[in-house]
């Protein structure tokens, strides 16, 4: 069965960075995009950006270009979100989410599968 | 970047009865070559990720009850649950998917027991 775990949870100063994992199981990891969605505590769900794990693109958020970078290791079948420069307004659980292609709109993606999520708590 | 927008912000509603939850998008996520809505909604129940309900607007996910339907089309969508269970007290999220790869999401409805 499809699976994403992601790595426990982190407590960072501000200024600092964090690096979140994603592990893939049940299905190629490379035929499969990898979004990152965060939701602060009790608020909505607000998308940061997306990968494919087979050509290594990216694209993000404009809220969060020059401080998120989302990279892969296919070996391991492990997708990695790292957010720079943390502040306590990016306190918040961390998830990935596989994303299927859909028909129509070229490289349009729908959320499927999603990891547990990652707590990540900036704090001095 | 297309802006979702959900109403009512909560509700409640009595076992059994229905819930109707609704969404607007601020542009129109039908897309005309294949007339296809992209527009999915999911279902969060606390300490838990998001769970896909609904895509295209309309079609269930594998293994979703029949009592959660969607319907709507251009920018005005609805969530029904015809009769509200125990285990369906959650916050559901609409969601675009039409302005790829941006996704947006609304804020969020949530549903309790009355």
């Known amino acids: 069965q499809v699976q994403l775990v992601q790595s426990g949870a982190e407590v960072k100063k501000p200024g600092a960075s964090v690096k979140v994992s994603c592990k893939a199981s049940?299905?190629?990891?490379?035929?499969?995009?990898i979004n990152w969605v965060r939701q602060a505590t009790g608020q909505g769900l607000e998308w940061m950006g997306w990968?494919?794990?087979?050509?290594?693109?990216?694209g993000y958020a404009q809220k969060f270009q020059g401080r998120v970078t989302m990279t892969r290791n296919t070996s391991i079948s492990t997708a990695y979100m790292e957010l720079s420069s943390l502040r306590s307004e990016d306190t918040a659980v961390y998830y990935c989410?596989?994303?299927?292609?859909?028909?129509?709109?070229?490289?349009?993606?729908?959320?499927?599968?999603w990891g547990q999520g990652t707590l990540v708590t900036v704090s001095s | 970047d297309i802006v979702m927008t959900q109403s009512p912000d909560s509700l409640a509603v009595s076992l059994g009865e229905r819930a109707t939850i609704n969404c607007k998008s601020s542009q129109s996520v039908l897309y005309s070559s294949n007339n296809k809505n992209y527009l999915a909604w999911y279902q969060q129940k606390p300490g838990q990720p998001p769970k896909l309900l609904i895509y295209w607007a309309s079609t269930r996910e594998s293994g979703v009850p029949d009592r959660f339907s969607g319907s709507g089309s251009g920018t005005d969508f609805t969530l029904t649950i015809s009769s509200l269970q125990a285990e369906d007290v959650a916050v559901y999220y609409c969601q675009q998917y039409y302005s790829t790869p941006l996704f947006t999401f609304g804020p969020g409805t949530k549903v309790d027991i009355k």
């Open positions: 049940g299905y190629t990891f490379t035929s499969y995009d």
């Open positions: 989410a596989r994303g299927v292609r859909v028909s129509g709109i070229v490289g349009a993606t729908l959320a499927d599968y």
């Open positions: 990968m494919n794990p087979n050509s290594g693109n990216t």
